[in-house]
């Protein structure tokens, strides 16, 4: 039997038709099929630190999260966030009513936006933008308004044009989704960039979002600034962290939101109705994780450090333009010194032509013809496999 609404409409409604399958599915499925390195999807291929793996365990044996943890977070993780924040940035959080524990940064971003939201109030997006961006704003009923980061080949960097983000803000927009270090450039926001960001959410009474996940991976010169420390700024900023990209347990989906109570409680009022609560056991071992002391995150920023040199070099020999990230785990390459300018077509053939996968900068863009000759690499892998990544690439493409 065929099931069919009474008007033959198509089941997925409009607001998330336009997204269909995820870019990423798709190119780990040619990763499968073709047994090509995987270099497209953001996660590493080991884990993290064995004690905070054994912390998981033992909260496991010992009858710790097994069943359901409370709303907002178990306190210990709650305390250790706001321990975090504290030590890092001289920011203050009350871990009862400011600090709310997600099921990783995906459901944070979903349950602040369905939270904050109203049908057709705008919010400003930085494109190339993390695809849930534009699902969640669509699936609040709201308005997606891009402004582009674009090369600045001679800085080796994605740059903010503060002008035209000015020029974006109307009487409707509600909110600012900014996300710094910037997945996909590895583009980090400067303190007087963001200081900028600032001035213009108090002048337009502004709230804003920050997606700020990839904070401990921050390279060279660049500082991390996270926008809630600026003037006026705490007190209409919700700040999006993550465990998975900061300790490479990616699977265990711990997140967490710090924010005034007034926003705290509105985005708990969504987000209990989308897990309710998840990662029970791992929100024990996240707390322990991030009492790490400093020399475990010095060493894995170092260590990143050195794979990002080594992709880099390594696709800067094979021909491509590089723009060496200073954030993130994900270099931008361009393309069109190869001879190409469409990066979907490129990364569809690559698998077969290099044995490598890669992602389409295109599709993080509403203006898809400015993101075309870019595509991201994710260089969170072992140091043997980026190497065989990138002598496969420099013999399909060195000439």
């Keep these: 039997m065929t099931l069919m609404t009474s008007t033959a409409r198509p089941f997925l409604n409009r607001r998330l038709a336009q997204f269909g399958t995820t870019i990423f599915a798709e190119m780990s499925a040619l990763a499968t099929s073709t047994g090509a390195i995987n270099l497209g999807q953001g996660f590493p291929d080991t884990d993290g630190p064995e004690e905070i793996r054994e912390a998981a365990v033992r909260a496991l044996r010992d009858g ?45 971003i979903a349950a602040s936006l369905l939270a904050l939201l109203e049908p057709g109030d705008e919010v400003i997006a930085l494109e190339p933008y993390y695809d849930s961006y534009a699902a969640c704003i669509a699936m609040a009923g709201a308005t997606r308004v891009p402004v582009t980061l674009r090369p600045d080949p001679e800085g080796a960097r ?28 590895g583009t980090v926001l400067t303190r007087a960039e963001l200081t900028a960001i600032a001035e213009l959410a108090v002048e337009r009474d502004l709230l804003v979002v920050t997606d700020e996940v990839y904070e401990h991976l921050v390279f060279d010169d660049a500082e991390h600034v996270p926008p809630a420390t600026l003037p006026g700024m705490r007190e209409r900023t919700v700040t999006i962290g993550s465990a998975g990209k900061t300790f490479s347990f990616t699977g265990w989906k ?56 080594l ?29 190409q300018t ?33 595509v991201r690499f994710a260089f969170c892998k072992r140091t043997e496999v980026l190497t065989d990544a990138a002598e496969r690439l420099r013999k399909a493409y060195a000439r």
């Excluded at 044009?161 to 450039?185: F, K, S």
């Excluded at 005034?260 to 209990?272: F, I, N």
């Excluded at 094979?318 to 785990?329: D, E, H, L, N």
């Design 254 to 309: 711990v997140g967490w939101i710090t924010a005034p109570r007034e926003l705290v409680a509105a985005v708990r009022s969504a987000k209990q109705f989308l897990t309710y609560v998840a990662s029970g056991p791992f929100q024990y071992a996240v707390a322990e994780a991030l009492r790490l002391p400093d020399a475990y995150f010095d060493g894995f920023r170092a260590d990143m450090r050195a794979k990002r040199e």
């Design 158 to 185: 994605f740059r903010l044009d503060l002008d035209e983000l000015r020029g974006a803000v109307t009487d409707r927009t509600r909110l600012l989704l900014i996300n710094t270090p910037h997945n996909p450039t």
């Design 342 to 374: 469409d990066g979907v077509a490129f990364c569809r053939a690559l698998p077969e032509r290099a044995g490598v996968v890669a992602i389409p900068n295109a599709v993080f863009y509403d203006h898809r013809d400015a993101g075309a000759p870019f």
């Design 64 to 108: 710790r999260g097994n069943q359901y943890p409370p709303g907002p977070g178990v306190p210990e993780l709650r305390t250790a966030i706001t321990a975090h924040q504290r030590r890092r940035y001289g920011l203050s959080f009350d871990p009862d009513t400011e600090v709310l524990v997600t099921a990783g940064a995906t459901e944070a």
């Design 311 to 339: 992709l880099a070099a390594g696709l800067a020999d094979a021909g491509f333009g590089v723009f060496v990230p200073t954030g993130t785990y994900f270099i931008t390459a361009d393309i069109r010194p190869l001879g």
